[in-house]
């Protein structure tokens, strides 16, 4: 059984190249592991890289950035608009095909561990592998930043693993199991951006619409056309299919149709293969229904 | 790259458990090769072996299997109603990811002369590997059958490699690549079997409709509804996303609704992924925007 793992590292780097060019080499050089994606934002001075491939394989490449990214980076220099606090500052693992959820936590568990011993640095565990209830949001683990970190160790952020004090060069790492996100535009045959803002507004979770899923109105220019712009976080919870069926039908109401969509980067292939089996309506249709899937690492 | 294939064999036995056995162990012992599929029917007094892998395990494969059916068979004493040239009746090599169909000819034909050398057998080449448009299709290399053969090998039936003389245990081998074939039915809300038949008559290639689809209208017993059951043998000529529209209109024009599809067997992964992409109006949805795939051996 194949038993994949993606790995979402984000890092306080965003700016000298040759910096981020040696911290995805630490990445690449690990066997059997594929760096898929990687992004650097200069202003939030902050890279996301995106790597797969077997649990172990990701665990060993997860080290291996840790150790090249607290070689590279010193946190009482750095600056930047995203809130952070340390050096290496979330290490997601996002479970593929062949691994379970439960696996991938226990994964993050293992590895934020690993890290906290090997560097004595403080870990928070959080989403699906947080400890403590107040812990499954990122941002209210991030809050005081690595600048007010130090004062609250003792208090509201004992570490979940590693000494309760601060890394002066690296702050605190936030590692974590969650499952993949999925990045999904639709483009409506309109220029009402109000269309779209509404839409966006009735479907996403935080205003009572479906589960898992944020969304915001947008305006494209070239052409001029509204578009629901979303983030899928759960696709057990509500698909792509879903979502779909959702957008499309409030669109038709309002007499607009709807031209494409639009897949953000890249997408596991079970939340793929439920777009087939809801467009056939096909009864337990999985992943080992598909010839290749049998042949996956 | 990967450069996956699948092989799906027709042997003439049928009947006996403990050869069918020996038969599928030859496969199963090519390391890198999966036997996916097995089927047997005694009537027909044939099986069809599915494998897939690599390309050149898969070779590796079909000579095992080839190996070991001739030291099983003896078409001499051969009975089935089913029509065959040969032990080892028809090898088509099928193109998965990775493996493009000319390849995949490619890999026919060099199976095929390797086949013809090894055992001294006549050798045919057919669909895609076809070397002269009479022998495009199966049935028409197949008509003489092996009790016919002998007779036409030094005029309508000169082998395409391989002595033109009958191997007297095995007969003959035709050795071809084409599209995978699948198998889709889909279940309409009704027990009007003539609303099936008359769809199926009007999508399938035979009567004018969709190019390169088989299609039967039949009678489901339990609960009893109609369904249009259908063969797709080239899902990037006429896609599963297509026959469904196609069916799905005109049973709704017929104030029928469809109620599910059924895919019997494994699916190629492209031809699943064709149907997420229409399903989302994708503007080049690839398999490489899959994450998983990456990962195929």
Known sequence: MPRLVECVPNVSEGRRRDVIDRLAAAI???????LLDQTSDAD?????????????????????????????????????????????????????????????VALAHRVGREIAERHQLPVYFYAKAALRPERVRLPDIRKPQY????????????PDAGPAQLHLTAGAVVVGAR??????????????????QRIAKEIRESSGGLPAVQAKGFML????????????????????ATVWHEVEARANAA?????????????????????????????????DRVIESHFLE
Chains 1, 2 share one sequence.
């Open 28 to 34: 690449r050089g690990v066997a059997e592991v594929r």
């Open 44 to 104: 939030h001075n902050r890279s996301v890289f995106t790597f797969a491939g077997d649990a172990e394989a990701v665990a060993r490449a997860a080290h291996a950035l840790v150790d090249a990214t607290l070689r590279e980076l010193d946190m009482r220099t750095h600056t930047g608009a995203h809130p952070r606090l340390g050096a290496v500052d979330v290490i997601p693992f996002v479970p593929l095909a062949g691994m379970t959820m439960d696996e991938c």
């Open 147 to 158: 600048e007010g970190l130090a004062e609250l160790l003792a208090t509201s952020h004992v």
């Open 179 to 196: 499952p993949p996100l999925i990045a999904f535009n639709i483009e409506l045959d309109t220029t009402d951006l109000k269309l779209a």
């Open 221 to 240: 220019t070239d052409p001029p056309r509204a578009q629901v712009s979303m983030n899928l976080l759960d696709h057990t919870t509500t698909s792509l």
């Open 255 to 287: 007499g607009v149709t709807v031209l494409r969509g639009e897949l953000i980067g890249l997408v596991p292939l079970d939340a793929a293969l439920q777009v087939t089996a809801s467009a056939l309506k096909l009864d337990g249709f999985r992943r």
